[in-house]
């Protein structure tokens, strides 16, 4: 049984991660940023420099909904104005229209903006990995990292379980030790199953409402 699970979650993972490379096809760095995209370093703001090196807002419009559009137009022309001033002036012009861009970016995403991340901000190994994917073309870097974090994930919350699983029926206190393992494994499997099935939809379309709620563990 646990290893067919494992085979299960295996294919969640791949067909995650073929969902992300799929719904990729813009050029340059119109790739996942998910969970970058509110760092210096991250996609969003590096093509806010080169909008505004270029004096093209073109290249960071698809990062943000159809109804911001007009207030990322307003901030660049601001910017670009203020930027002729002097360097101090184009340093604080650039970080007000990377601060506009990421927080309106957040809020298309239903996210809080919580401020911009330094450059060399720990991201983990999941988004520079997707990232290199995207790059490099292929997959299988990625899917060897997320396969086993699933796989390493899933055996560690079962024995959890398993290792609670036999208690006698009066002992309350060891039933109640039994839930609080199984209830972490079950939701565990249970939102990676979501994420791998959930149809693909717009980045900045609400999250769409499972057609079977989740079960109240």
Known sequence: MTSTLLRRYSLAVLALV???????????LLFLAIG?????????????????DTGNVNYVLPWVRPTDEGAIR?????????????????????????????????AG???????IKPAGYDLGPAVPAADRALEEGSAEAVVRLLTEAVR????????AAMSRKSFEV?????GRRYVEAYVPYVHYIET?????????????APHAVPAH???AH
């Open 18 to 28: 073929a969902y992300f490379l799929a719904d990729s096809s813009d050029a340059g």
């Open 109 to 115: 995403e239903g996210e809080p903006y919580t401020g």
């Open 192 to 204: 990676l199953w979501e994420a791998a099935a959930a149809p693909s939809h717009s980045h900045h």
């Open 36 to 52: 970058h995209c509110d760092s210096m370093n991250g996609p969003v703001v590096r093509l806010a420099r080169k909008a505004l």
């Open 152 to 159: 390493r994930g899933v055996q560690e919350r079962l024995r």
């Open 213 to 215: 709620p989740a079960h």
């Open 170 to 174: 009066n002992d309350v206190a060891a």
């Open 74 to 106: 307003h901030a660049f022309e601001h910017a670009l104005k203020v930027r002729g001033l002097g360097e101090e002036a184009r340093s604080l012009a650039d970080l007000h229209f990377f601060e506009t861009l990421v927080r309106i970016h957040r």
